[in-house]
């Protein structure tokens, strides 16, 4: 596809399960962040990916978020024993050149733990 | 730790009401600051990059400007369509990641 694709959409779980949201970014692009929106609250930085470099993963809240890039593509994003702090949309985003900013996000992620 | 902060949160405008959107910043070192739009349920898209004070963006009946303490997002004449929440965000030398604002929620009335 033309943009960056994220699935679920929509994803309901009960507090102490995992999920998994996925992140497909655009075709060539290197780099590879995640985002988290919270109601009310700014865009919170959790990962970011560039190329074949260790992730900056300084943005995660706790150890129960992780996140692995395949085949310098695709991601996904893996929170264990969710919380219901954890409620918000995960957004992801790539980028071609570093030195331009233009972040292209998907249409986001929205967890709901109960 | 960079800072940034957007006002104000919401605005109400008439369709052709001229108005600026503040974003203040503290950053150690700008490489860039940037303004996306965000509609309903969708994720932002890129506006503008600033990179250097005394710079200008434009797009239609968006004006972007930026001293070295702040950002306005300049909106002239503007139409309902150009309802959406805009995003101020900044990028620290030596960094990849962005710093985001809260946002200005823009509503505007026929």
């Known amino acids: 596809g033309a943009g960056v694709s994220q699935s679920p959409s929509n994803k309901v779980t009960e507090k102490g399960k995992d999920v998994e949201l996925r992140c497909d970014p655009i075709?060539?692009?290197?780099?590879l962040y995640w985002y988290r929106q919270s109601l009310g609250q700014g865009l919170e930085f959790l990962i970011y990916?560039?190329?074949?470099?260790?992730?900056?993963k300084s943005g995660l809240p706790s150890d129960r978020f992780s996140a692995e890039r395949t085949g310098g593509s695709v991601s996904t994003l893996t929170i264990q024993r969710t919380q219901q702090e954890d409620s918000a949309v995960y957004l992801c985003?790539?980028?071609?050149?570093?030195?331009?900013?233009?972040?292209?996000f998907g249409e986001g992620s929205r967890l709901t733990v109960l | 730790e960079d800072q940034v902060t957007q006002s104000p949160e919401a605005l109400r405008l008439q369709e052709g009401e001229s108005s600026s959107l503040n974003c203040s910043y503290t950053?150690?070192?700008?490489?860039?600051l940037f303004w996306y739009r965000q509609d309903p349920g969708k994720g932002p898209e890129f506006l503008f990059t600033?990179?250097?004070a005394g710079e200008e963006k434009e797009k239609e009946r968006l004006k972007a400007t930026l001293t070295k303490k702040e950002s306005f997002l300049h909106i002239t004449a503007p139409k309902p369509e150009d309802s959406a929440t805009y995003l101020c965000?900044?990028?620290?030398?030596?960094?990849?990641?962005?710093?985001f604002g809260k946002g200005t929620m823009l509503l505007v009335s026929p």
């Open positions: 985003a790539s980028l071609f050149a570093l030195n331009t900013g233009e972040l292209f």
């Open positions: 075709s060539g692009h290197t780099a």
């Open positions: 990916f560039q190329g074949n470099s260790a992730p900056d």
């Open positions: 950053v150690s070192g700008l490489r860039g």
């Open positions: 600033l990179y250097s």
């Open positions: 965000a900044v990028q620290a030398l030596g960094y990849s990641t962005l710093t």
